[in-house]
């Protein structure tokens, strides 16, 4: 088996049955410390005035992040509204999404896509695939993080852009897998560390920081196999100086799995050598 026996960390929430399954499927020794959990935001004020906003044409192109983020919107709007309300205005101007989920929505609510984002379906891909178009004021629903790059990119080519927050990330409420998960990365249990999401990472730093251990992580994810499932991960990883090693392929879960196994003998081995040298 690829991995055979390589101790790995997930810090999967939602699909954490999932992703265990796929690593023991690849003969790792997995530990699944979930992470984070999505929180609606208490306060909608911001989400309900987009909505009012939209109905009074105010906006001639939205960019949508994320499905589950698009499917909370629309549970927001039909707290005030009829049903249908925020599917029919989004009719009436250009709607961007980035990657399958808010496509997969869009196609529910049988709403015209003027643009697809494709793949990786970072902000540089968001820019990219919205060049050259018309429309100048542009709302974006955001994805539990303020997009300031894709902000900035797109007011800086004279758009008036306004920022959606619908949900937000925080730590789960039961974080003592996370704490034995930090312990053990710390005292190097693991060998993997795979991320399928920026805010893992930032959680997972947040946590050895409480704990006094951050030095002692950050020593030993040196050691290991960091996975990223994609460049925006990347990217925050990066920002958090814990370099990623390994993406897979596509930014899919079982790409991650099935390619981090197959790498991750070669990739320790090297990393291996480079500390020695």
């Known amino acids: 088996m690829p991995f055979d026996g390589l101790r790995v960390l997930s810090l999967e929430s939602r699909r954490a049955i999932e992703i265990e399954k796929l690593i023991r499927n690849q003969g790792g020794d997995v530990f699944v410390a979930p992470s984070m959990r999505e929180v609606p935001l208490e306060q909608n004020s911001e989400a309900i005035v987009f909505v009012e906003r939209l109905l009074a044409g105010d906006f001639d192109m939205v960019i949508l992040l994320t499905g589950v983020g698009t499917r909370l919107l629309n549970q927001i709007a039909e707290a005030r509204w009829p049903a249908g309300t925020l599917a029919d205005a989004l009719r009436r101007v250009a709607v961007v999404v ?3 989920k808010p496509a997969a929505v869009m196609r529910e609510w049988n ?8 793949e990786p379906n970072t902000w540089h891909e968001v820019v990219a695939a919205t060049e ?13 993080r303020h997009s300031q790059e894709l902000y900035d990119a797109l007011t800086a080519r004279g758009a008036s852009v306004t920022c959606v927050p619908v949900y937000q990330w925080d730590l789960p409420e039961d974080r003592g897998p996370l704490r034995e998960a930090v312990r053990k990365l710390a005292a190097g249990e693991f060998n993997v560390v795979m991320f399928t999401t920026s805010v893992q990472a930032v959680h997972l730093i947040r946590i050895a920081d409480e704990l006094g251990l951050q030095d002692a992580v950050r020593a030993a994810l040196a050691r290991t196999m960091i996975a990223s499932i994609g460049p925006t991960t990347s990217e925050t990883l990066a920002d958090l100086r814990i370099p990623a090693d390994f993406e897979p392929s596509h930014p899919k879960m079982g790409f991650l799995v099935n390619e981090a196994a197959r790498e991750a003998r070669t ?4 990393k291996a050598l480079q500390s020695r040298q």
Do not use: M, S
């Open 98 to 100: 980035r990657g399958p």
């Open 267 to 270: 990739i320790l081995d090297r």
């Open 132 to 144: 050259g178009r018309g429309e100048k004021r542009i709302a974006i629903q955001e994805f539990g």
């Open 111 to 118: 709403v015209p896509v003027a643009v697809t984002v494709p």
